[in-house]
């Protein structure tokens, strides 16, 4: 076992070697930044990490944070290994989420054996139907996912807004609350597992669709059949898959766990649906998945590093005043990094062999 | 009825030319890059740096055409740093694409916090906007009058620009290469010419277009910056440029049509309509007219192949 780990470890090390550069590049330009800015980055970064450990509070936050990025990004990848590119993740947590809060604000005073899973089944049916709508576009009649998702985005957002805000037709009556909609009833909600803080036991259900994530694309045969269609659609039309069946399932699958990420949101701590439930929390995810290659494992641990710098750099700005979007800019420089990996080891290839050729010649020269 | 014709005026023709503005010029851009074969999903940030540069330089010089200029050398960076991974570093497009929206929305929200010292927006009297134009003799003409008068300067220079766009792709070497670049690199190399070298060309001229895209969302259509002002343009320039399949007067239609749905938005608020619904708009008709287009180009694609069969 142990062999089997290090064996693999060796196999990835130039990749790790040139993630873990990327990493410290990134954070390297994101201290610059704050110099010229004029921040300090020593007290900036202390800030960060003070800001996602500093207690158990903001531990139980940078957790939960965790896990809404390692369900996001699981969700891009799975749509991705068959070859759907699924950006549409941000409407599909909306429309979840909303789904989710409305089921259980109707369902209210019936037991909760019988409320919660029938708003885990509507935050899915949402999310997937939305998934589903691009998925038979993208099968059916070859229109692009990737525009297609990124406009049913905007409109399931506008729709939420309009439903929930403060003169929609779904917005709460309860007082002295501006927007969104009535409060999850307190026996629905996700019970905490460390006080005060987001974490909820929405962790466990997260870590079970995790595990099937995983499973499904590396252990199943299904995945495999994915992976296939994924990197050769007509390969797998040849090979007698279904390669129709498999692209819609892939993406709804995605869209179910981005619907049911929004009602993690509401039901982990959020309680009600507002308007603002997610700060283009799936395009996090999305960086998140690109980064490991959309390989899942690599997700879920990856997913870590990102929340510690999301909720500290959130903390910086309220401590010192440095925006918080400094986290963004970190994000998306690892990844201009990380594609441009392979170019950039080749190009370092390249003026290595050329040097060698070079000094040969010189030897041959002399001789 | 009088609820219709405050719907349906002249008021509507105006918003549409000003809507329409910004996705024209990323449009174009857009299909510079479309044609030397990048998918460039990256044309929102692009946007938003220029619509962000433009605002702190014509506060800070006071002066709008500074602002113009020094979102246009931010367009030519960007456009320089897109291509240097996308083409010289190969790596994913769609990738750097999303990874540039991040960043520059991430970026321009940072600025705008340490430079001004504002979360969210940023107005000032001090932001000096672009000058409309006013024809003299257009006055007395009754519908074209009140239409081509007192726009944004840009709203006249982007006709141009279309025009220009043409005029290069279709009548000059540089176009003809360039169109290359994307559809058959390996000919473009055997005759001489580096395909990277125009496939750089047209990601800077992108990067210029958003740029002045950018400039007139902040300086021309409204006079301040705030966090995502883009607000998707990028991609439904994107989307624009494949309804037009990157040929330039097409373009530009798709890109007017998508103006007279917004404008049309913000007329139907006029009588009641909740904003978040007329919002909705472009948006699904964006979805709409992309399976229109897919589907007949399909459809004559295939009658073609059935009239060549029944001629053999």
Redesign the interface.
């Known amino acids: 076992m142990i062999s089997k780990i290090t064996d693999t470890l060796r196999e990835k090390r130039p990749y790790l070697m040139s993630l873990f550069l990327s990493i410290l590049a990134a954070l390297l330009i994101g201290a610059v930044l704050m110099i010229i800015t004029g921040y300090n980055p020593v007290e900036g970064y202390a800030a960060m990490i003070k800001g996602a450990f500093g207690s158990s509070r903001v531990f139980g936050n940078t957790m939960a944070k965790m896990l809404t990025l390692c369900l996001t990004g699981l969700a891009m990848a799975v749509g991705s290994q068959a070859g759907m590119f699924n950006v549409g993740g941000e409407g599909q947590l909306f429309l979840g989420g909303l789904a989710a809060t409305m089921t259980a604000v109707y369902l209210q005073g019936v037991s909760p054996f019988i409320a919660v899973p029938l708003a885990f089944i509507s935050a899915a049916v949402a999310g997937g139907i939305y998934a589903w709508i691009p998925a038979m576009l993208k099968v059916k009649l070859n229109v692009s996912e990737v525009i297609t998702t990124i406009m049913l985005n905007s409109v399931a957002i506008y729709l939420c807004t309009y439903l929930t805000n403060s003169s929609g037709p779904l917005r709460t009556h309860d007082r002295g609350v501006m927007a969104g909609t009535d409060a999850v009833p307190k026996d629905f909600m996700f019970e905490q597992v460390i006080s005060r803080s987001n974490l909820s036991t929405a962790i466990i259900y997260s870590a079970v669709i995790a595990f099937l994530c995983w499973y499904v694309m590396k252990k199943t045969s299904v995945g495999l059949e994915m992976k296939i269609t994924g990197e050769n659609e007509r390969f797998a039309f040849f090979s007698g898959l279904s390669k129709d069946k498999i692209m819609i399932g892939a993406m709804v699958a995605s869209g179910v766990i981005c619907g049911l990420v929004g009602m993690f949101e509401v039901f982990g701590y959020q309680q009600r649906f507002l308007p603002s439930i997610s700060n283009e929390f799936y395009f996090d995810g999305m960086l998140v998945a690109m980064i490991m290659n959309y390989s899942p494992l690599g997700i879920i641990l990856m997913s870590f590093f990102f929340a510690v710098i999301d909720i500290g750099a959130n903390a910086m700005e309220l401590s010192i005043g440095i925006s918080g979007e400094l986290s963004e800019i970190i994000f998306s420089i690892i990844i201009f990094l990380m594609a441009a990996e392979g170019g950039i080891s080749k190009a370092v290839q390249d003026r290595r062999a050329r040097k060698k050729a070079r000094a040969h010649l010189r030897e041959e020269a002399v001789q | 009825m009088s609820q219709l014709s405050e719907v349906f005026n002249i008021g509507l023709l105006q918003n549409t030319l000003r809507t329409a503005t910004p996705v024209i010029l990323a449009a174009m851009g857009g299909l510079l890059t479309e044609q030397a074969g990048i998918m460039n ?1 990256g044309m929102d940030g692009m946007i938003l740096v220029g619509a962000f540069v433009a605002v702190a330089f014509s506060y800070l010089c006071a002066s709008a055409a500074m602002g113009v200029l020094m979102a246009v050398l931010s367009g030519i960076l960007i456009g320089i740093f897109f291509a240097v ?1 996308v083409v ?5 497009e ?3 694409g ?3 929206n ?2 520059a ?3 321009t ?7 001004f010292g504002v ?1 969210g927006t940023f107005s000032d009297a001090a932001i000096v906007s672009l000058p409309t134009v006013h024809i003299g003799f257009l006055e007395n003409i009754p519908v074209l009058g009140p239409l081509l008068n007192d726009n944004s300067i840009f709203v006249y220079i982007t006709w141009l620009l279309v025009f220009l766009t043409w005029l290069f792709l279709y009548r000059t070497p540089y176009g003809f290469w360039l169109r290359a670049s994307g559809e058959h690199p390996e000919s473009l190399e055997t005759a001489g010419i580096s395909a990277h070298k125009m496939k750089f060309i047209a990601s800077i001229l992108c990067g210029i277009f958003c740029g002045f895209a950018g400039a007139h969302l902040s300086l021309g259509y409204l006079t301040m910056f705030s966090e995502g002002m883009s607000n ?1 343009r990028g ?2 320039a ?2 624009c440029v ?1 309804f037009g399949m990157a040929n330039p007067p097409k373009v530009f239609l798709a890109a007017l049509l998508f103006g007279f749905l917004q404008a049309l938005g913000l007329r139907l608020q006029s009588v009641g309509v ?1 904003a ?2 007329t ?2 708009i472009p ?2 008709a ?2 709409l007219m ?2 229109y287009i ?2 007949s180009t ?1 459809r004559k694609k295939k009658n073609k192949a059935k009239k060549q069969l029944e001629r053999i």
Request: net charge positive.
């Open positions: 999903i991974f010289k570093l190969r790596s994913d769609f990738i750097i999303m990874a540039l991040t960043f929305a991430g970026l929200v940072y600025l705008l916090r340490s430079i979360k998707s991609f439904i994107f989307a494949i909740p978040d619904i919002s909705t948006y699904l964006t979805v992309l399976i897919v589907v399909d």
